[in-house]
């Protein structure tokens, strides 16, 4: 994988009489040192649409300076970017568009525009000559691609701009309260805040080309119809597991989880809102959902699972941890660990998960609508929420009659699926049916939270026999599994005394009345 930097910067306006004030002194600046001059030669690579650009994004090849290379920028937060980096090529790196895939589908990159940038920096360095953050100072000429800059006289020459800027980027042990400190000091001259975010986003604008707002028509917040609050919901995920994609790819932290649970409730919303989206058309696209979370669910469950267990031995007392038993859950875990991951990364290069990107954004390029979207949001949205509770208590139902052991454990896991569904049609309604709806939503979710506890209970003691049995082949003790396995059995039996009582406060008739518009 590419190197990773954290890019935490500011841009300022400057022009060729701009002059830096002195920042000694400035939030633990001791010194100011002068870094020298650099030439800076970049090319900007985007879609012939600017689809990058559309949400932040940017994709250099540039050469001089200290980190020449190909560099990828990803948003994080406003004046927030993760920047990563890959040696010198002729074209762009795979490391590096793999992480737009989900933004590109199959459209070409192609050079969007040349900056070619004079830089003068200086240090900011604290009392131990520490770097705190760098200033530069950027004289920049942007041109976009055309004929060589040696012809004249051509219609089809390229456009150019010039102009200046300062960038304050932190460094080492640099905070944010620096950053705030440098900005009032540079207000204290007259110097203001960049109306650009970047420079390409400057250049892209002064040499004529546009681009759309990437989060599209149809994101705002409040109420309207059926079909507007449904479509809102369903881009967001849809933007979600686009957003999420480059994260499950660099292995960041609950990236994986956070887009299966885009994935889930995109189906989910699929299926409680028949009345407004065709079903003949959203049925193939929940079964390629149901595929993609599944293929999630592997890595997913994983961690979940190791974790758990991870956990529940380390409140095991020393003295009754017999054998090699964190070896062999490491072992264990490691084993499914890169199996999961390389399933993972195929599935997501692999042409099954790009065709279903293109069928998602088709979708909402000619949503499916039926009569029902130009209805009322608020009766529309009542129902279908009303209608997967009913489905809800009849499998709640079932699962609270059914005999202790396997019956129990699968009709509670079918109480489960059922009380995302109704959760997440209840959170799709929010816009339309207010505090209700969340509130109806809240109580959905600690009835799915306890059900989902006693499933990963049930998935934790098949892995515990797994791995006594491993350990007794091995000629080792399995008490300490068998330990866990029992305190497992302990946990889903409470979980099920409680469950009858949570489920109860949730299915009150006055929170199902108080949905009704």
Avoid: C
């Avoid at 994004?57 to 050469?63: D, F, G, N, S, V």
């Avoid at 960038?167 to 110097?191: F, H, M, Q, S």
């Avoid at 203001?192 to 994101?219: C, F, H, I, N, V």
């Avoid at 790009?354 to 130009?374: F, G, T």
């Amino acid at each position: 994988m590419a190197d990773t930097v954290r890019e935490i910067e500011r841009k300022y306006e400057a022009d060729r009489t701009t002059q830096l004030p002195d920042l000694t002194g400035v939030d633990g600046v001791a010194t100011v040192v002068e870094a020298g001059a650099e030439e800076l030669d970049a090319v900007y690579y985007d879609t012939a649409g600017l689809h990058l650009a559309a949400e932040g994004i940017t994709l250099r090849r540039r050469t001089g300076g200290r980190d020449a290379g190909w560099h990828l920028k990803l948003p994080v937060a406003p004046g927030v970017r993760d920047e990563l980096r890959a040696p010198l090529s002729d074209t762009p790196p795979a490391e590096l568009t793999a992480l737009l895939r989900s933004r590109l589908l199959d459209r070409a990159l192609v050079p969007v525009v040349r900056l070619r940038t004079h830089r003068t920096v200086r240090v900011l360095r604290d009392a131990g000559g520490a770097p705190l953050a760098e200033v530069a100072v950027d004289a920049v000429r942007a041109r976009r691609p055309g004929p060589p800059e040696g012809r004249k006289n051509t219609k089809a020459a390229a456009v150019q701009t010039r102009w200046h800027e300062i960038e304050v980027e932190l460094a080492g042990g640099g905070g944010p309260g620096l950053l705030d400190a440098v900005d009032r000091k540079l207000a204290e001259t007259g110097v203001r805040p960049a109306g650009s975010a970047s420079k390409l986003a400057r250049a892209l604008a002064e040499t004529g080309q546009r681009y759309e707002d990437a989060a599209g028509p149809g994101t705002g917040k409040g109420g309207g119809t059926a079909g507007e609050v449904v479509l809102r919901y369903v881009r967001a995920q849809v933007r979600a597991i686009v957003e999420l994609d480059p994260a499950v790819r660099r292995d960041l932290p609950d990236a994986v989880h956070r887009m299966r649970v885009a994935t889930r409730r995109l189906r989910s919303a699929f299926r409680s809102y028949t009345k407004v989206l065709d079903r003949a058309e959203t049925l193939p696209l929940g079964v390629e959902l149901k595929w993609l979370a599944a293929e999630l669910g592997v890595e997913r469950d994983r961690e979940v699972l190791t974790a758990r267990l991870r956990a529940a031995l380390d409140g095991v007392p020393r003295e009754l941890r017999l054998g090699p038993v964190d070896a062999r859950l490491r072992i264990w875990t490691e084993r499914r660990r890169g199996g999961a991951r390389e399933q993972l990364l195929a599935v997501l290069d692999g042409p099954r998960y790009l065709a279903l990107l293109k069928r998602l954004h088709a979708l909402l390029e000619a949503p499916p609508l039926r009569p029902a979207a130009a209805r009322p949001a608020p009766e529309v949205a009542a129902r279908a929420v009303l209608k997967d509770y009913r489905r809800l208590a009849g499998r709640m139902e079932t699962a609270l009659a059914a005999p202790a052991g396997r019956a129990r454990d699968e009709a509670l896991h079918g109480a489960r699926k059922a009380a995302k569904r109704t959760r997440y049609a209840a959170e799709a309604a929010r816009p339309a049916l207010g505090r209700p709806a969340k509130k109806f939503a809240r109580r959905i979710k600690r009835v799915q939270q306890l059900l989902g506890d006693h499933q990963d209970s049930v998935v934790a003691r098949g892995t515990l026999r797994e791995l006594a049995t491993q350990a007794q082949r091995a000629g080792e003790s399995g008490f300490t599994f068998g330990l866990l396995h029992g305190r497992e059995e302990a946990l889903a039996a409470d979980r099920e005394r409680r469950l009858p009582r949570v489920w109860k406060k949730a299915s009150r008739r006055r929170y199902r009345t108080a949905l009704r518009p």
